[in-house]
């Protein structure tokens, strides 16, 4: 029997969860969720210390600092591997972007997107199975 109140707290707890969340999502739209607006705020205040050089039409050479990174924004890539290995823009990358008319979430993944993270929070969580008595 404890093990049965257990798994019935635990029902009630992630549905609670799954509710909060939906509620705080409400009407996402594409947009990407806040958790990836603030990173990217960080990043963007990082970007504002580094200076682009285009290569070529894709890629750039980022400066500024202490390291110099090479940004392939056709591939999505940079030397220092976070926009490849996170799908967020890094500051480099950001500092890449900055002068086009390219759009900076356009770049991001979009399992960062508001839309997926509504997916996420989607099902519903019965605390009694309908199926059983
Ligand atoms: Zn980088």
Redesign the pocket.
């Known amino acids: 029997m404890p093990v049965l109140a257990l798994l019935d707290a635990i029902q009630k707890l992630t549905s609670k969860w799954f509710n909060k969340h939906r509620n705080a999502i409400g009407s996402a739209t594409k947009t990407l969720t806040p958790s990836t607006k603030a990173i990217l705020r960080a990043n963007f205040t990082l970007s504002q210390r580094l200076k682009a050089s285009q290569l070529d039409a894709f890629e750039y050479t980022l400066y500024g600092d202490g390291n110099d990174?090479v940004?392939n924004l056709s591939d999505r890539s940079?030397?220092?591997r976070?926009?490849q290995i996170e799908k967020i823009t890094?500051?480099?990358?950001i500092a890449a972007i900055y002068g086009t008319k390219l759009d900076l979430y356009d770049f991001c993944s979009p399992y960062y997107s508001s839309q997926m993270w509504a997916l996420s929070y989607a099902d519903t969580i019965y605390i009694r199975c309908p199926h059983c008595k």
């Open positions: 990174e940004v940079c030397s220092c976070v926009f890094c500051a480099h990358a």
